[in-house]
Nanobody
Framework: VQLQASGGGLVQAGGSLRLSCAVS????????IAWFRQAPGQDRGFIAG????????RYEDSVKGRFTISRDKAKNTVYLQMNSLKPEDTAVYYC????????????????????WGQGTLVTVSS
């Protein structure tokens, strides 16, 4: 399975970006898929996640109301719509896929995920 992330770039504070993560080599069903981010000098942290076959989502508190995770089953792609961006959102963003049975409580755990995209850099200027 391969995950290809794209859509990062430079944006001014208050602006928007949409990240994409195309999944190939795997038919998705009850998998968990998520976005994480890693700022310089910090650990990689959970931002948003969902079950591929469902609609329930989960977000980290700092992005609630600003970011939206979604997926297009026909395109085998997951998205992260980011609005009202802040300088503190600057980071490398990673998409991740779990091959294991869905465990909702593990959604934010990095170790729960088996495959990762290569990361896409988002820079928010003040």
């Amino acid at each position: 399975v391969q995950l290809q992330a794209s859509g990062g770039g430079l944006v001014q504070a208050g602006g928007s970006l949409r990240l994409s993560c195309a999944v190939s080599g795997r038919t998705l069903s009850n998998n968990a898929i998520a976005w994480f981010r890693q700022a310089p000098g910090q650990d990689r942290g959970f931002i948003a996640g969902m079950r591929w076959s469902g609609s329930t989502t989960r977000y980290e508190d700092s992005v609630k109301g600003r970011f939206t995770i979604s997926r297009d089953k026909a395109k085998n792609t997951v998205y992260l719509q980011m609005n009202s961006l802040k300088p503190e959102d600057t980071a490398v963003y990673y998409c991740a896929l779990s091959e294991r049975s869905l465990i909702w409580s593990a959604l934010s755990d990095r170790d729960y995920y088996d495959s990762w995209g290569q990361g896409t850099l988002v820079t928010v200027s003040s």
